[in-house]
Nanobody, 127 residues
Framework: QVQLLESGGGLVQAGDSLRLSCAAS????????MAWFRQAPGKERAFVAA????????VYADSVKGRFAISRDNAKNTVYLQMNSLKPEDTAVYSC????????????????????WGQGTQVTVSS
């Protein structure tokens, strides 16, 4: 059973940067796409970014494109989300997820295609 543990959240000011980490354990990490989703208070969970199993393909939500970068280190079973130029509207609980199917070339953006989820880490951006 894959377990995911996020870290790196916190309270920052607009314009600051944060790097989130998601450490995987209990299963095979390297063969699966990974993604970050976020959920703001009163809103539905939203896709943020995803990376293919090899790291060769990435996809981003339009709202974070050019500001956020997803990466992975398969040797460390860890996926990262570098968040720059943070805005108050980025405030949310950020969760990482591992895809249900292995070796998919294009990382999916739909949350139902992810089988394993972390508990989330809070990111708060003040104006």
């Amino acid at each position: 059973q894959v377990q995911l543990l996020e870290s790196g959240g916190g309270l920052v000011q607009a314009g600051d940067s944060l790097r989130l980490s998601c450490a995987a354990s209990g299963g095979t990490f390297s063969g699966y796409a990974m993604a970050w989703f976020r959920q703001a208070p009163g809103k539905e969970r939203a896709f943020v970014a995803a990376i293919s199993w090899s790291g060769g393909n990435t996809v981003y939500a339009d709202s974070v494109k050019g500001r956020f970068a997803i990466s992975r280190d398969n040797a460390k079973n860890t996926v990262y989300l570098q968040m720059n130029s943070l805005k108050p509207e980025d405030t949310a609980v950020y969760s990482c997820a591992a895809a249900a199917s292995p070796f998919v070339r294009l990382p999916p953006q739909d949350d139902y295609k992810y089988a394993y989820w972390g508990q989330g880490t809070q990111v708060t951006v003040s104006s």
